[in-house]
């Protein structure tokens, strides 16, 4: 599979008027076939970093475990817990950038953007309406499991 990263131009799923579709989505792609293709690819886009990336439920986790790279800002107030443990959500935001290197940063805007080419959203909170492929979910380290440097 070819990796086209970014969204398409123009959507089917449009109900909200906001809906788009990653370049990657395949209706018949189950998500654990999808996770199986991002760890493929960033194993190779990212030599240097390991990763696990996970299905469940409807949500795909990509988790750094490890990286010979500085991670985080050392301007940021960060605890123990948040540098093996930290979650980044579904989208990066200013608050995100002020705790992560400015490569950290870059790095999960590329993660961020290739789980993104295998979904679509159509959801609005505003009108209570929620479609989607699969929710999108970005940490360093696990729950169970630091990150490690």
């Not at 030599?47 to 050392?74: C, G, H, Q, Y």
Request: with cysteine.
């Amino acid at each position: 599979m070819t990796t086209k990263i970014g969204y398409k131009e123009e959507s089917r799923f449009n109900y909200t008027g906001n809906g788009w579709e990653g370049k990657q989505y395949d209706s018949s792609l189950k998500i654990k076939e999808i996770a199986k293709h991002i760890k493929k690819h960033l194993k190779k886009k990212f030599p240097d970093a390991k990763w696990s990336v996970t299905s469940k439920n409807r949500v795909l986790s990509i988790n750094l475990m490890k990286w010979n790279k500085e991670v985080f800002n050392p301007k940021a107030e960060l605890t123990d817990w948040d540098k093996e443990h930290k979650q980044l959500g579904c989208n990066l935001s200013e608050y995100n950038k002020s705790e992560l290197t400015e490569e950290a940063y870059q790095l999960f805007k590329y993660v961020q953007t290739l789980g993104n080419s295998f979904n679509y959203n159509d959801s609005d909170a505003q009108i209570d309406y929620f479609d989607s492929n699969f929710y999108l979910r970005m940490n360093i380290g696990r729950y169970n499991k630091n990150f490690e440097r």
